[in-house]
């Protein structure tokens, strides 16, 4: 998994819960970079499972919770220190339907070996269907990506998270519902 993520959720950490939290986060996790991640550097999944299974045990939450809320506060994040072309989409539909095209082909142009999840959105007018493949099963952290992407954009949706990988399935898929604005 690539530094950025971790420098977010450190940053998340300290800002939300303080430096006395993620401290513990780092004691108790026992990671092996001891908590110092550059940005364009990779680091093993089992790092990020680790931190935040001990991130959700320290504030008492379920880690699905735990990664929801990272999700949600990530997105802001990654637009302000990701590829410019993020900054371009005026909709949560406009970006979730160019995706995989536009915005993960450049991270692949800027860091060639970093593993991406494969996202596919089908839309048809107020509604959509969002599909998720990811080795890594992330999809607690992708529908708080939703829904920080759909403050950013003003918008209210609705989501029904119908498929999960975690339930046997090949992938997850939510149904979403672009109810208006926020």
């Known amino acids: 998994m690539q530094g950025i993520i971790f420098n977010v959720l450190a940053d998340f950490v300290v800002e939300n819960f303080g430096m006395a939290t993620w401290n513990n986060v780092l004691e108790k996790s026992a990671v092996p970079s001891g908590g110092r991640y550059t940005s364009g550097a990779t680091y093993a999944d089992e790092e990020a499972v680790a931190l935040a299974t001990t991130i959700a045990a320290e504030l008492n939450i379920s880690v699905s919770d735990a990664l929801k809320a990272f999700g949600e506060y990530l997105f802001p994040q990654l637009l302000s220190r990701g590829p410019i072309v993020m900054q371009e989409y005026t909709s949560l539909q406009d ?58 954009f003003d918008q209210k949706i609705t989501i029904d998270h119908f498929k999960c990988m975690h339930h046997g399935h090949e992938q997850c898929e939510w149904n979403i519902s672009f109810v208006g604005d926020l």
């Open 95 to 152: 970006l979730l339907t160019h995706l995989d095209e536009t915005v993960h082909a450049e991270v692949k142009r800027v860091t060639p070996d970093a593993y991406l999840p494969a996202f596919e959105f089908f839309s048809s007018g107020d509604k959509g269907r969002l599909v998720y493949r990811s080795k890594r099963k992330m999809c607690a952290v992708a529908e708080g990506l939703l829904a920080g992407s759909a403050k950013h």
